[in-house]
Structures are given as C-alpha cells and as structure tokens.
C-alpha cells in the first residue's frame, strides 16, 4: 500500500515529484511509504531504522538519513531526530480575506496554501476526460490540498460547461459520499471513482446496489488495501467477545460507527441488532432509540473517544440543567430546552437513564484525531481563549471538553466534518453581513484532519465574494502537536544545501511516535497521480481486467453467517440507518429484532 507524504515538501521546496529521491510511487527506483508500516512504527512495530521488506523508509527511524537530489542541487543528507522537546506556543494558520486573497502563517499553512489554486489545462483536461467518460468522482473531506484543490476547480468547471444539472465531482463526508454517486448514476455515470479508504468505497457500492445501480463499478485509487486504523479496530477477536458479552442484555442495540468495514458490520449484525451512525447523526439516533424502546442498553463501538464524548456531551447538558452551575451567557438546559433542542420525548432524568445505560468499546480510535492531546490541549488553553474552537467527536476528551464548553456559550461545535464546516460558514456570514465597518478577524481552531481546509477555505471565499465585505476575515487554526514534527539537524542553521523538515507535521504530513497523525496517512494513498493512472485505465479499456484490482475489497462476497449472506448482513445497519434519517424513528423491523433479543 502506497501512499503519497511529499505533497507538502514538494510546496515548500518547488520540487517536482522526480526530483525526490525518496519516491512515493513504486515507479522503478528509490523507497515506497507503506501506510501499514507507518502505523507499526506509530505502536512501537516492526522496523524503524530504514527500508523495510517492501522497500520503505520508516519516518520514525532515528537517525535515519533522507536524501534528496534535485536538477539543482547536489545531494544532500540530514539526520532525521524527533523534536519530543518542543513546546507549541503559536499554530499555523490560514487567513482568508477579501479578494479570496489567503495568507499562510507558518510552513505547514504554506504547503496547504500552496495548492489551492491549481492549473488551469490540468483542471480542464481532467474535467473534459471525466465528462467524456461519464466518470464520476466521490471524495472525502481529508484528501489532501493538492487533489482537493483540482477536484473543487473542476465542480467550478463543469458548473460552467457542463449540461448536466450537477457536477460529476463531489466532496463530503463519509455519508454523503453514497448519495452523491447515485445522484451522479441517475444523471447517466456510467463509472464511479471513490477517494477515501476501503470501508468508504464499500458503503458507497452497498448504496449504489441498494438504488439499483449495482451494475456501475466504483474504482478505488490503488490496487492494494487503503485500511483505516479505527475500522481495523474492530476486526479484531476483542470486538466479537465485547459484543458477545455487553449484548446479552435482552433489549440491546449495538450503535456502530459507519467507518468499519462491511465485514465489521456483518459480524456485529449476526451477534447483536446493528444500526449504523455517523459523527453527524449517532446523538440522534441514540436519542430516539432510547425513547422509542424502554430500558434499552446501548453498545457504541469502535471509536472510543467519540463513545465518551457523546457521555461527556451528555454529561455537559446535565451539569448545565435547572439546578445546574452556570455563567451568566450560557443558556440553562431545563427540561424545556431539552425538548425543544434535544428531544421532544426527553428530559433530565431520561437523559440521565440514557448516559448511564451506554458501554463504549474500550479499544478503538482514529489516528488523526488521536493527534489532540495535553500538549494541544494547553496551548489552545493558553494562546487562543478568543477563538472559536470546534472538535470532530472521534478527538480526545480534554480537546472535546474546550468544544462543548464553548459550544454551550455559541462559541464552538462538536459534531461531523459537516457540523464544522456549516459552524464556520455560518460564523463568517454572520459577521460579513454586519454593518461593522471596522476590522474583524475570526478564528477558528480546526480540531479534525488538515484536508477539511479545501472546503472551508472555499466556502469563506464564496461568502466574502456574496457579501462583499472586505473587512472579515476567517483564520483557520491548526491544532499540531510538536511531537509529531521531524526536524533534521541542520534545520536551526543554513538549509539551503538540504531539507530542514522531513515528513512530518512541519512539512505538511506524518505522524508522532507518541499517537497521531497531522493528516491521515491512509486517505493520502489517494493521490492526484493516483487519479489520473485510474482515469486513464478506463479511458484505455473499460473492460481491463487490471480494474478487478480497483474494485472494492470483496471480503464477505458470497459468504454466509449463519446460512445468511455476509453482504445482506452487512448492508442491513446501513439500510436501518439510512430509514431512520427518513423517517426519524428506529424502524420497526429493527425494534423487532432488539424485542427478540436476536
């Protein structure tokens, strides 16, 4: 599994992909980066001091040496040595001001900026093979700047050019994603080519088939596994014999987190009744399960720390009740607010009965979002007390902690990749459509993966554009740990005769020995090269058996569980998931199911 970590370097330095000699792409010569290499090093795993059996150099090596060579350069070697004893007093940032003018604090910042106005004939070229294809693309919001600034350019384009009422290019949240690709099936795709990692192509041809659109292939964008290091959570034996023991209460319902695999979602069915969720809907779907079926216990799992944010949330609301402590702006959370902001069918006390019947898998979290701990805890504490903070709900308690409590004064947002983008967009157009003549800058502290900048960066510009205030503007924060930076020895002198950072949070990418990664190493297997060689195939030969490896991961295909198809199995949390969104109510076959113990 290979995956690209030079973006950002390549923005800092101009450096074209060929002039590294440490290649992402195993394309004849130099070492590959294998994103299950990166996460073995992360928990103390196999090699760290160079190549490793497939060809790559473990970031984490100490002392390892990373050359680089170039058409103007000689070649040149540093030390690589983690920077543990760092103290992060200033974030980088992005500012986004009028003119959709950008202005980048620090190299991390820099690199992400330098990808947000792509070329105009790679834009367009991509743009009229996609349409000349009926090829679609789906992409999550934590691709990397370099592919989201193309593929937003390209919606942009096809908007413009196109006789279709939508764009074939979408970028959304794991959800989302689904609903996009049958939009674009209905609209005549005739292929789909789905950006994240394995579950994700998986949900989006479970729903496609679910629509009637089983026939249309969706594409990865690497013949080898793109894993995900809280779906591989729960593929372990700790999963099962947790369900098997937390789900022996006779009404249990077992809440399961949409980024797993379909595997994951079969084998849960099969022990406990399964409803899938997401970041943006699980608060919603454990409020009403557990108002429409008494004395219901409720298993969430894998994401641990999004598990005991949602009984932190919980509890946060009960601290700020009637009889509660609270300031002077923060409204009460009386049995009122409760069913009017909440819950209809809520109030203290139910809300109380529900925290206290939820078991959360005790093993399980993102490597992303593991990246907020104490260190960016206190800084944040420390330096930026004006901002407004928002956390995706898979971050560590202390961070989640900052969100909600802001949250509560209207300063703040926990919830989805889409919570925090609709947060910051309604902030902005909040103070853009003031009368305030004077300076206003907003910030915003991004507790989630660096690739949700793509979006907030064009939203913001379109918001400033529409109002046509030029006196807001947006920073947008990055929340990166110290521990995660990889400096070379030579970076606290002269640079030039080689690369002060090598990957890691300075450079735009990587991750700490110590837990976390700046951006996802998995999600960066999906590269704008990467895209362009999937495009291409397609274009050569739609009927290429090399496609085959494309493919979504056929794991469970023609597989049964207790005489029941694996996939039928595994598609039914998503299907309850996707009815109750309809519907708003748990559906009645899955209360059933809960009814039975089954």
């Given amino acids: 599994a290979t995956m690209t970590l030079f973006t950002s370097l390549r923005a800092i330095r101009g450096l074209s992909r060929s002039s590294l000699a440490l290649t992402s792409r195993s394309n004849g010569g130099g070492c590959r980066w294998n994103a299950m290499n990166i996460m073995s090093a992360q928990r103390g795993l196999g090699s760290r001091s160079g190549c490793d059996g497939a060809g790559g150099v473990s970031p984490f090596a100490r002392g390892a040496s990373f050359q680089h060579t170039g058409p103007d350069r000689t070649m040149s070697t540093a030390t690589a040595t983690a ?28 690199a992400q900026a330098q990808f947000l106005e792509p070329d105009v004939e790679e834009v367009k070229t991509l743009s009229e093979k996609l349409l000349s294809l009926n090829m679609g693309i789906v992409a999550h919001y934590y691709m990397d700047v370099e592919l989201q600034g193309v ?5 942009k384009e096809q908007q413009l050019t196109s006789n279709k009422s939508n764009p074939m290019v979408a970028i959304a949240d794991s959800l989302a994603m689904g609903d996009f690709a049958v939009k674009m099936c209905e609209e005549g795709a005739e292929a789909i080519a789905c950006l994240g990692v394995d579950f994700m192509s998986e949900s989006v041809a479970t729903i496609m088939a679910k629509n009637g659109f089983g026939h249309i292939p969706v594409y990865r964008l690497d013949a080898n596994p793109i894993g995900c290091s809280l779906a591989e959570s729960a593929e372990r034996e700790s999963y099962r014999a947790w369900l098997n023991k937390s789900g022996k209460d006779a009404a249990a319902l077992h809440v399961v987190y949409i980024n797993t695999s379909l595997e994951t979602k079969a084998v849960s069915t099969s022990i406990v009744p399964t409803i899938t969720c997401t970041s943006s809907n699980v608060l919603a779907t454990i409020l009403q399960a557990s108002s429409q079926i008494p004395d219901l216990k409720i298993l969430y799992g894998p994401d641990t720390y999004m598990g005991n944010n949602l009984v932190t949330m919980i509890d946060s609301i009960l601290a700020h009740g009637a009889n509660g402590q609270t300031s002077d702006d923060v409204e009460v959370w009386d049995d009122a607010r409760i069913a009017r902001d909440l819950h209809p069918a809520h109030n203290t006390e139910s809300l109380r009965r529900l925290r ?9 979290n993102c490597v992303v979002h593991h990246m907020f701990g104490s260190e960016v805890v206190s800084a ?17 308690g202390e961070m989640f902690e900052i969100a909600m409590e802001k949250s509560l004064e209207g300063k703040g947002v926990v919830g989805s990749t889409s919570d925090i983008l609709k947060f910051i967009s309604r902030k902005v157009a909040e103070a853009a459509e003031s009368n305030s003549t004077e300076q206003n800058r907003l910030r915003f502290i991004l507790g989630t993966e660096a690739g949700m ?35 070379t ?13 090598v990957p890691g949070v300075a450079g735009g990418e990587g991750c700490s020995t110590a837990g976390g990664c700046a951006t996802c190493p998995f999600m960066k297997m999906n590269d704008l090269d990467a895209l362009h060689d999937v495009v291409d195939m397609v274009e050569a030969d739609p009927q290429s058996p090399k496609l085959k ?11 049964k569980i207790d005489g029941v198809s694996a996939v039928e199995l595994g598609s039914e ?8 969104m309809q519907e708003k109510a748990i559906p009645d076959a899955l209360v059933k199911k809960i009814g039975a113990g089954i």
């Fill in 453 to 487: 900048v793509t979006s907030i960066v064009k939203s913001v510009r379109e918001i400033l554009e529409r109002t046509g205030n030029d006196k807001v503007e947006a920073e947008i924060v990055f929340p990166v740990s110290s521990e995660a930076v990889m400096a």
């Fill in 151 to 155: 593929l937003t350019a390209v919606q």
């Fill in 356 to 364: 206290d019947s939820i078991d959360v898998y005790p093993s399980g």
């Fill in 489 to 501: 020895d030579d970076s606290a002198g002269d640079s030039s005769s080689g690369l002060a950072v």
């Fill in 83 to 110: 920077a543990y004893d760092q103290l992060v007093d200033v974030f980088p940032s992005l500012i986004i001001g009028a003119n959709g003018s950008i202005a980048p604090q620090g190299s991390f910042a820099e």
């Fill in 573 to 580: 949390p998503i299907l309850f998931m996707r009815q109750f």
């Fill in 380 to 396: 944040v504490k420390r330096n930026y007390d004006d901002a407004f903070v928002t956390a995706h709900l898979e971050v560590p």
């Fill in 549 to 559: 490896a494309f493919l979504p991961p056929d794991r469970v295909q023609g597989k």
